[in-house]
């Protein structure tokens, strides 16, 4: 029988043991089967959850109480103990965040309809439960930067990497933007001094809820990989710089998110003080904060986020306290150097993170390029740097160009810098990978756009259509990338069957996986853009 045809009727009877559909007509002479009954027992309550695929699924988990009200700028408060039996089959609120346009590439990527703040909750998928296997348990950090997202989208469903590696996945909800990274530490009293680090905090409790509850989902707590791409990347950067996150996960992997330096209590207070502005509350009347409704806050957001002149950052701040350090700046953190790392990035990473919202960029030409490119170089460096990469790129066109080298100012050059500061440190190794596989979706135009990386990690080609298109390439993609997760997540090292032997990062040799349709490693990848652009000054990312 052909695997499609196997597999559909899979599909049906997997419906079948489901349940009725709703709305479809009663079955006559025979009752439906009832669901199954898939149960298991956190240290605040039972939970039901759904067999999705033959993979048991429980969404919707608080970890951490409503962060609403008095609780507002504060590190988060346990959950509240239930009785009986919980369902866990829908996914949890999103925090409260502004709404974002959806992009062509996005299309068939499910997006999240609601808004709380009682957000603190995650989702688990597992082969089994209670079956005494140690899996590797991969914890989900999603993209969005520090201002939006969620862990529930479509995209993210762990249940092909289940089936693949015999994992145990979670992905996570936590607040966001003013909700989890507004810093009144010098504006009011003790309690807020960690207000400017909430939503970081959020991910320790998940952490700690994991290590306290993963066992019952049949993972192993000693065993746990944190992974996030762009500001999820950027999530799993600083908590590798947060002493409280120390026991919590074993192995990291940074994707297209190397998140160097955080915001000073200068700067952060500066942001904090157009919001209070923007919500009409003194610094000297902070317990109104508390008594605002959520739409109110979303709504400052959006004043100040829509003002003329730079916006404002809501980002993880250099406290003292939750982030003593940088936190990669000026080296790697010291509290994680025994953690392995993977960090990499994709081709050309801001085809959508820039030209997405200038369609324009894709039509320069040579002033625009100049022009366009103020915004990364100094203006007297600009001829020196074009006449370069255009030696490095010889039949680039102005917007090849732009793209090729804003990747690299925005991206690339912040994941070199990681990935030399963890292995200058001399504790655990870090592997350097970059994806370069190009998309055929809208003609090729995106190449190996942001965010590409995504649905070929978690193994979810057929979820993505509209960013990887159809046919046979990208499965041949997912097959290596996801892999090559798995074993990084089960044994601390990414080499496995579907790659070539994926040496460590060195600065003597700077080894680079090149992911594409045949993958190879490559010394001192990019190396004539890395040194054309070295005498610049790293880009501190806005997220």
Not at 104 to 129: G, H, I, R
Not at 342 to 357: D, K, P
Request: hydrophobic residues 40%; charged residues 20%; positive net charge.
């Amino acid at each position: 029988m052909p695997a499609g045809r196997r597999r559909l009727l899979g599909l049906a009877a997997a419906a079948l043991s489901a349940g009725p559909v709703l709305g479809a007509p009663a079955m006559k002479g025979k009752k439906p089967a009832p669901p199954p009954n898939i149960v298991t027992e956190t240290h605040r309550g039972k939970v039901r959850g759904a067999l999705e695929d033959g993979i048991k699924v429980f969404k919707g988990i608080p970890y951490a109480a409503s962060t609403a009200g008095l609780n507002r700028f504060h590190p988060p408060k346990p959950a509240k103990n239930w009785t009986g039996v919980r369902d866990a089959i829908a996914y949890g609120p999103m925090c409260p965040q502004l709404p974002a346009a959806r992009a062509s590439y996005a299309a068939s990527w499910t997006t999240d309809k609601e808004a709380s703040e009682d957000c603190l909750v995650l989702n688990v998928w597992t082969p089994a439960l209670y079956d005494q296997r140690k899996r590797p348990v991969m914890v989900w950090l999603h993209g969005g930067g520090f201002s939006a997202g969620s862990g529930s989208r479509n995209v993210y469903d762990g249940t092909r990497l289940c089936q693949r590696g015999d994992v145990v996945v979670v992905t996570v909800n936590h607040r966001l933007n003013v909700f989890g990274f507004l810093y009144l530490g010098r504006l009011g009293s003790s309690e807020y001094a960690e207000s400017g680090n909430a939503g970081m905090l959020d991910l320790i409790a998940a952490l700690h809820w994991v290590h306290e509850n993963i066992m019952a989902f049949g993972g192993d707590p000693a065993n746990v990989t944190i992974f996030g791409q762009s500001g999820g990347g950027a999530k799993v950067s600083t908590l590798l710089a947060m002493p409280q996150a120390r026991g919590l996960f074993h192995k990291a992997i940074v994707q297209s998110g190397s998140h160097l330096e955080g915001l000073t209590p200068a700067e952060a207070t500066k942001h904090a003080l157009a919001f209070l502005s923007a919500v009409d509350v003194k610094p000297t009347e902070l317990q109104r904060l508390a008594r605002l409704p959520p739409d109110k806050l979303v709504a400052g957001l959006k004043t100040v986020m829509q003002a003329p002149g730079p916006k404002p950052n809501y980002s993880p701040v250099v406290d003292g306290i939750v982030l003593p350090k940088g936190p990669w700046q000026p080296d790697a953190p010291a509290v994680s150097a025994a953690i392995p790392m993977i960090v990499g990035t994709t081709g050309t990473e801001t085809t959508t993170l820039l030209a997405s919202h200038a369609p324009e960029d894709f039509h320069m030409d040579e002033a625009t390029l100049t022009r366009r490119l103020g915004a990364w170089i100094p203006e007297k460096e600009i001829p020196v740097i074009v006449a370069g990469f255009r030696r490095i790129m010889p039949s680039a066109s102005p917007s090849g160009l732009y793209f090729a080298i804003t990747a690299d100012r925005r991206v690339r050059q912040q994941a070199w810098a990681q990935a030399e500061r963890k292995a200058a440190q001399g504790g655990a190794p870090v592997w350097l990978y970059e994806l370069d596989w190009k998309t055929p979706v809208d003609g090729g135009k995106w190449g190996s756009p942001h965010l590409l990386d995504v649905p070929l990690v978690f193994d979810n080609v057929a979820r993505s259509a509209s960013l990887v298109g159809t046919g046979p390439e990208p499965q041949i993609l997912a097959d290596q990338m996801s892999a090559t997760w798995i074993a990084f997540a089960r044994n601390g090292s990414p080499d496995n069957g579907a790659i070539p032997k994926w040496p460590p990062f060195s600065s003597a040799t700077r080894a680079t996986m090149v992911f594409d349709r045949e993958s190879r490693v490559m010394d001192d990848f990019r190396g004539d853009e890395r040194r054309l652009l070295a005498s610049l000054p790293l880009v501190k990312v806005v997220r």
